[in-house]
């Protein structure tokens, strides 16, 4: 143990991972109401484990001082139905007033060798603590639906086989990633016909809850 209070150093990662959610949560109400579609379909996060921290700053040989230069120790993701709404999300992101993005990791244009795809922004979050405001660093995913799927699977096989999967299942990944890049495809050229359905469904639903 390197003597580090990690429970006192996590509070304002919680602090900041709530407070976006809340946020995000309420911007895709917002535009639900505003314009009867929103580009975020849900929204969760989660704060780093301690031994994910540990390992993650040794193996990038970042100094246990220097840890809040972990850029996702608060990771927000927010979950879209298509790759066009990620563009229209990220620029909501751009620009808010309430963070500053720092950081873009454009893993969609540039995938991984895994087959992983998704949009990261890292952003400077203030929190308001008992000690005063304090800066951290919050990275935000920007997901399909089909790539979140994609990457919760593969993050739980690579779990069972402690990040040494066999080359066999790596093959079969690859070949499920492009395939789920396939399917994002196809709904992005069939979008607006979806869009109008969800907007004439929810127009039906709204219609019968004031009934
Ligand atoms: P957790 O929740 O702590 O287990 P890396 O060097 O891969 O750690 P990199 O390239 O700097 O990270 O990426 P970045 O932007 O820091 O993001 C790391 C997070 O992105 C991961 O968190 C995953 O959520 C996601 N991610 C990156 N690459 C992959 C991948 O190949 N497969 C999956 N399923 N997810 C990926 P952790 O470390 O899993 O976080």
Redesign the pocket.
């Known amino acids: 143990m390197d003597g580090r209070d990690w429970g006192k150093f996590l509070l304002p990662y919680e602090q900041a991972l709530e407070e976006l959610k809340v946020k995000f949560k309420t911007l895709r109400s917002e535009l639900k109401n505003r314009e009867e579609y929103s580009p975020i379909e849900f929204v969760t996060g989660?704060v780093?484990?301690v031994s994910?921290i540990l390992e993650?700053a040794k193996?990038?040989q970042i100094p246990l001082e220097q840890v809040e230069q972990m850029?996702?120790i608060a990771?927000l993701r927010i979950m879209c139905q298509f790759v066009q709404d990620i563009e229209v999300v990220s620029k909501l992101i751009e620009q808010r007033q309430d963070m500053r993005v720092v950081n873009v990791?454009d893993?969609i244009t540039n995938y991984?060798e895994?087959g992983?795809r998704?949009y990261?922004m890292i952003v400077e979050y203030p929190v308001q603590t008992s000690l005063g405001m304090k800066r951290v660093l919050a990275?935000i995913?920007l997901r399909t639906l089909a790539m979140n799927f994609w990457?919760?699977i593969?993050?739980s096989l690579?779990y069972k086989y402690k990040e040494k999967l066999p080359d066999e299942v790596k093959m079969r990944l690859r070949k499920a990633a492009e395939a789920a890049f396939q399917l994002d495809q196809e709904m992005s050229s069939i979008r607006q016909e979806i869009v109008d359905a969800q907007k004439m469904f929810q127009d039906r639903s709204n219609l019968v809850s004031k009934i």
């Open positions: 989660r780093k484990r994910s993650k193996r990038l850029e996702d990771g990791k893993y991984k895994s992983y998704s990261h990275e995913q990457a919760t593969e993050h690579n």
